[in-house]
């Protein structure tokens, strides 16, 4: 069975700080995707980021970022110089390969203030 | 390209009710996949369905069911309705089997 656990529930930080989301998982499958979904108010869920399982590399898309390391089981995410419209709440979700189901954490509600 | 649609966006219903929950995917897109948000739970897999058929299936009671069209659109309905049900269901879709987007949900509330 697959697990992801975020175990933050809340942060809140003050405009342009750097904010990191911590994510463990786990899964018996080889090959797996990683992802981070953003939820605002409206209740929509936002796709941020994907990772596939074979690949550790570690980038940066504008002020977001994310550090995968198989070897800990861990995928954490980094909004750098945060501003107030990141106030959401933030879901690390994992998937097999095949087919679409993703197991979701139980979210992390970041607080921006101004 | 249009996103994801739900209708209704809110749906209020008594209990021992039957509901339909309707969405449209992506154009393009064949897989469409149903969970449930609810405070106690958080997200939770519904099933999935590609191409007609249903290619994946969470632990829910067989009051929740769902079906595909031809034209990739989704229903999702739940009978004999529970308060327990009372949530935001989401609809997402993919091409295939990877990014999932997901639509803006439908909020039912179970009296």
């Known amino acids: 069975a697959q697990k992801v656990t975020q175990a933050q529930t809340e942060i809140s930080v003050v405009e342009k700080e750097d904010v990191t989301l911590d994510c463990v998982y786990e899964?018996?499958?080889?090959?797996?995707?990683l992802f981070w979904y953003k939820q605002p108010p409206s209740g929509e869920l936002v796709f941020l980021i994907r990772r596939n399982s074979f690949d550790e590399q570690n980038e940066i898309s504008g002020r977001y970022s994310w550090n995968f390391q198989k070897s800990t089981s861990s995928f954490n995410f980094t909004i750098t110089a945060s501003q107030v419209v990141d106030s959401a709440v933030y879901f690390c979700a994992l998937s097999p390969a095949a087919g679409n189901k993703l197991t979701f954490g139980g979210g992390t509600r970041v607080l921006v203030k101004p | 390209k249009a996103g994801v649609t739900q209708t209704p966006r809110y749906l209020i219903k008594t209990r021992g009710q039957q509901v339909t929950l309707s969405c449209s995917p992506i154009s393009g897109h064949r897989s469409v996949s149903w969970y449930q948000q609810t405070p106690g739970q958080g997200l939770q897999f519904l099933f999935e369905?590609?191409?007609?058929?249903?290619?994946n299936k969470g632990n829910f009671p067989g009051r929740f069911s769902g079906r595909q069209f031809s034209n990739s659109r989704s229903e999702m309905n739940v009978s004999t309705l529970e308060l327990g049900d009372s949530a935001l269901y989401l609809c997402a879709s993919s091409w295939s089997g990877e990014t999932q987007y997901f639509g803006p949900g439908t909020r039912l509330l179970v009296l």
């Open positions: 899964t018996r499958d080889t090959t797996y995707y």
């Open positions: 369905y590609f191409s007609e058929t249903q290619r």
